[in-house]
């Protein structure tokens, strides 16, 4: 008796030690994964990431694989419903009509399986949005992938600076296999020009490997019939490569607002906010010679705040449990925004603008006096 009690006990403590010991090989190699993978972190994130939008667009995990790449770029992904609608950017009116031609119209033809009797109908499988920075070629990018529901992938070129040798020619081919298996898809690439500029002779090697594989690759799209469509953005364009112009050959310009554009934008700012009844849209965007289009959002955010700040001040320093006492909508609804109010922050945000560069060039100019 004693000696089947004692087989059992170490029958017993074997697979403790056993479990022990699994649990504890289990946690080590996940340590040391991650202290030997310096992606693993941003895998993880992916695989997460990667998980809703499969759950999002109904897609069967079973016959939808990624590889580890693939995720890592997947954490790139914005839903088509993340993007602005088209109809509500202000101003640029004539690129945006360029686009509804070009590009959303024979997309969504396409998806709906209507066919035109032309084998030149189809739209371009490149695009370039070049002008200022602040005006808008991200949110026109965002707003196409809205139109046309599909995926959109903001490609920051950063992710391809990888430590590890090799790495980056995985990585850039992870980009087109991935979007190739969730096309319909919008590759934006902002700052084109940063990577893909012109190729010069001090280009490392890693570098000119990489061009040279995204343009091959880039290939694969232009002579299949994907539906995944690549809109780079810049404001340098004449530092763009060559060879990834001719890829782009839908151009178009995205300048700074004009006055009917300012005004434009305005409306669209404004059109949810409580304003007086006489505010006058064309005196503001009269005042806002020159801004951009983000500088102009910018201004009356600003306007926002300070016409807000007096009532809100005094809510958040009442006690809780006046507050609904007093009516918080009602004191919010008392408030109205002028055109002088936003005029107001205009001058302000210049004046602040114009004393900080000023002091950033008081401070170059006794830098270089020091050395």
């Given amino acids: 008796m004693n000696s089947d009690q004692n087989v059992s006990s170490i029958i017993i403590q074997t697979l403790g030690f056993c479990a022990s010991a699994a649990v504890a090989t289990f946690v080590v190699s996940k340590v040391l994964q991650r202290m030997t993978d310096p992606n693993y972190e941003g895998k993880e994130n992916a695989k997460k990431r990667m998980a809703q ?8 995990s079973n016959k939808f694989s990624l590889n580890s790449y693939e995720l890592r770029i997947a954490t790139l992904i914005s839903l088509p419903e993340e993007g ?3 109809e509500e950017i202000g101003g640029c009116s004539a690129t945006l009509h360029r686009l509804q031609e070009n590009v959303i119209l024979p997309l969504r033809l396409l ?3 209507i066919i035109v009797p032309s084998s030149l109908y189809m739209p371009p499988k490149g695009i370039l949005l070049y002008g200022p920075t602040g005006c808008g070629k991200t949110m026109i990018a965002r707003s196409i992938a809205k ?3 599909a995926l959109f992938v903001n490609f920051d070129i950063s992710i391809l600076d990888d430590m590890l040798y090799g790495e980056t020619a995985k990585l850039t081919k992870a980009l087109f296999t991935l979007t190739a298996k969730i096309q319909p898809c ?3 690439i902002d700052e084109i020009d940063s990577v893909l500029r012109s190729r010069q002779h001090r280009d490392q090697e890693g570098t000119a490997i990489m061009k040279t594989q995204f343009m091959l690759l880039w290939d694969g799209f232009l002579k299949s019939d994907s ?3 690549i809109i780079g953005a810049t404001n340098r364009p004449q530092d763009v490569d060559e060879a990834i112009m001719r890829r782009l050959p839908l151009r178009l310009h995205v300048p700074k607002p004009d006055l009917v554009a300012r005004e434009q934008i305005l409306r669209v700012l404004l059109r949810k906010e409580s304003l007086v009844n006489n505010f006058n849209f064309k ?4 005042e806002m010679e020159a801004l951009s289009g983000s500088e102009v959002k910018e201004v009356v955010r600003v306007a926002c705040l300070k016409r807000y700040q007096d009532v809100a001040q005094s809510l958040v320093n009442l006690p809780p449990e006046l507050r609904s006492a007093v009516g918080m909508g009602r004191s919010f609804d008392e408030v109205k925004l002028s055109h002088d109010d936003v005029i107001r922050a205009f001058h302000d945000y210049r004046n602040f603008t114009m004393d900080t560069f000023a002091g950033a060039s008081v401070v170059t100019e ?3 006096a020091v050395e």
Avoid: R
Wanted: aromatic share 4%.
């Fill in 283 to 286: 005196k503001v965007a009269q």
């Fill in 111 to 113: 998806a709906s399986k």
């Fill in 227 to 229: 539906t995944v469509i």
């Fill in 186 to 188: 919008v590759i934006f």
């Fill in 366 to 368: 006794e830098v270089i």
């Fill in 53 to 60: 939008i499969m759950k999002v667009l109904k897609l069967d």
């Fill in 147 to 149: 139109k046309v529901d």
């Fill in 84 to 86: 602005a609608d088209i």
